[in-house]
């Protein structure tokens, strides 16, 4: 089933296994100083996460957070890159030493589409469809997209809305960026 009563869950798709987080109701402070009692997951998602992700078999770990990990945004409210990087940085661990495959991260909370490639990972940021252009982010910054262009790692920026579309096909999966007028700006194959 792809949809769960749980905050949090997990299902297979082919070839790929999708966890599904929920970075808002457990989620400390994000003026607390950053440390590992800072978490976007809370105590119990993270011991699920961590335990899951490493019992997987799984070609690809796609690993659905609505907060990004790689590329900052959205400060105030907190994420992976800026504010709960002790808690990130933990899961990337695990990641390298006890998981197998290819984990992909599909994130949000942001108006702003951005792809990270760099050192092995893997993220794409799509800007939800259907939000008005301009938006809070591009009302702010104009240049928003042009600056995280800028970051190292970023393969991918763009202010228009997309939608992220995965297709599993046997052992490979590829990525695509759909913007909200039918074009794909970006693809990536995994094999």
């Not at 599904?20 to 119990?44: F, H």
């Not at 600056?147 to 999966?173: F, M, P, Q, W």
């Not at 039918?182 to 094999?191: H, L, N, T």
Request: with cysteine; charged share 25%; proline share 6%.
């Amino acid at each position: 089933a792809l949809v769960n009563r749980r905050a949090f869950y997990r299902f297979p798709a082919g070839a790929a296994e999708v966890w599904v987080l929920d970075q808002r109701l457990p989620k400390s402070d994000p003026e607390l100083p950053d440390g590992l009692d800072k978490t976007l997951l809370g105590a119990r998602q993270r011991r699920w996460l961590l335990r899951t992700l490493a019992a997987s078999d799984a070609q690809f770990k796609v690993i659905c957070s609505p907060t990004t990990v790689f590329m900052p945004a959205n400060a105030r409210d907190g994420n992976w890159a800026t504010s709960f990087t002790a808690e990130r940085d933990l899961l990337l661990r695990h990641i390298d030493r006890r998981v197998s495959g290819t984990a992909i991260f599909l994130t949000g909370d942001t108006h702003l589409t951005g792809v990270y490639e760099a050192d092995g990972r893997f993220e794409a940021r799509a800007a939800p469809i259907g939000i008005p252009t301009p938006n809070d982010i591009t009302l702010v910054d104009p240049a928003a997209a042009e600056n995280l262009r800028r970051r190292d790692g970023v393969a991918y920026a763009g202010d228009a809305n997309h939608l992220t579309l995965l297709e599993i096909r046997g052992r490979s999966l590829e990525l695509s960026l759909l913007r909200e007028d039918g074009a794909v700006p970006y693809s990536r194959s995994f094999p």
